[in-house]
Each structure stands twice: as C-alpha cells, then as structure tokens.
C-alpha cells in the first residue's frame, strides 16, 4: 500500500510526493496508512463497541466519535494518538477497493458487514464476468455446496481478476471461481452493486460457478 500525501496547492489527498508541480506533504506512510485501514474495517464491519461506537441501522457512524473513539477507547489506542479526522478521510477517499463511504461527517463500510446492518443496494447483474477468490482446500466442498457468506451477510464477487488472486492467497494456495450472472438471475439470487468492482449475492449454487481455475502465473506477480 502507497502513502498518503496531501497537495499543497489544491489540497487532493493523493498518492504521489508531487503534485500540481510541488512537493505534497506526507499524510500518512505506508505502514499507518494499511494498519489505520484494517482497524477501520474492522470497527465499522465487525466490533464497532470495541470502540464503544454508535453504528446506526445503515452502518453509519460519525467520524468525529470515530476519531474520539479509536483515541480514548480502543485497546490498542496510545498507537493512534496521532489520529485526526483528516486521515480517516484520506484513507477512505483513496481505498483502492471503495470499502468506505462518507457522507455529511459520516463514515461507513460499503460491505462486508457481519454485524446487523441494513445498506440500500443497486440490484444488477453485470454482463462482465465476476470471480470469487478462494484456496484450493476449500473448493471441493465449495463445488458441493456452492458458495455461502458463513459470518457475513453476503458472498463477496468482483469485476477484477486481480483482486480475486489476492483473496485466494490470503487464505492458502489461491484459485478462483467464475461466477455465471445470468445463472443467478435465472434462479432469482439477487446480485447487489456495492462499488465499481464488488458486487453482493446472499448465495451462489453450485450451477452458477462455471469456471474454476488456477491463477499461477497472475498469483505469482
């Protein structure tokens, strides 16, 4: 993961040290900037009362109490004394997967919930092929059973080939699945657009999954 930079000409939180002719001014390395985005994901998707943080029924939570919560209640909170609302809104703007959204001083994960949330998404099922990394140990009950959220609400897809790869490595020797849309909406699973690259399903058959390959070459980059 990059650094954060803020501009200081136009103030655009980026991802280079120059920008509109002039050195940029570090926000956050590379180090904060992952460690800072998991603890977000993590309190916003999985254990917000870690941080005694009021998450309302659409995943909501103000970042000022975000910032307040992380600093004075979370276990780990003399690491993030250098916290500001300003890095929690950098590292949302710039998530390269879109996991975050703000809105009116208020900040909340776009998917991935385990927590009881209710998030209003775009039913669409893209004519672009979907896939669904995971490891190889998992694939023959995968293939029996088809694929389930188990601790989350949903089962997670994506547009991009790549960040498929990374998920199956993640959880051991990767392979992914191609994931048939149309089959879904012939059987009437709803598939949920939650960002340009990542769409939701409660559930996929078996019968949906049409491909399963081994991404050697692309897991190896």
């Known amino acids: 993961m990059k650094p954060i930079y803020k501009c200081r000409i136009c103030g655009e939180y980026v991802?280079?040290?120059?920008?509109?002719?002039v050195e940029a001014k570090l926000l956050l390395d590379?180090?904060?900037?992952?460690?800072?985005?998991k603890l977000l994901?993590?309190?916003?998707r999985h254990y917000p009362w870690e941080a005694s943080l009021r998450i309302d029924s659409e995943g909501w939570v103000d970042i000022d109490e975000l910032v307040e919560g992380i600093k004075t209640r979370w276990r780990n909170k003399e690491l993030y004394q250098w916290l500001s609302k300003e890095?929690?809104?950098a590292v949302a703007k710039l998530d390269p997967k879109g996991r975050f959204e703000i809105r009116d001083n208020k900040i909340r994960a776009r998917y991935g919930h385990s927590i009881n949330v209710k998030i209003k998404y775009e039913l669409e099922y893209p004519s672009t092929q979907l896939y669904h990394g995971t490891s190889m140990d998992k694939l023959a009950k995968i293939m029996i059973e088809g694929l389930k959220p188990m601790k989350r609400q949903f089962v997670h897809l994506t547009t991009s080939l790549?960040?498929?790869?990374?998920?199956?490595?993640?959880r051991g020797k990767p392979v992914v699945l191609i994931i048939d849309t149309?089959?879904?909406?012939?059987?009437?699973?709803?598939?949920?657009?939650?960002t340009e690259k990542i769409y939701l399903a409660p559930k996929v058959p078996p019968k949906c999954i049409k491909q399963t390959f081994k991404p050697l070459k692309l897991g190896n980059k």
């Not at 994901?41 to 916003?44: E, I, Y």
């Not at 012939?186 to 657009?193: A, G, H, Q, S």
């Open 162 to 170: 790549e960040n498929a790869v990374e998920t199956g490595k993640r």
């Open 87 to 89: 890095h929690i809104i």
């Open 41 to 44: 994901s993590g309190l916003l």
């Open 182 to 194: 149309m089959c879904l909406k012939e059987k009437r699973i709803p598939l949920y657009k939650a």
């Open 30 to 37: 590379a180090n904060k900037r992952l460690k800072l985005s």
């Open 15 to 21: 991802e280079t040290p120059i920008h509109c002719g």
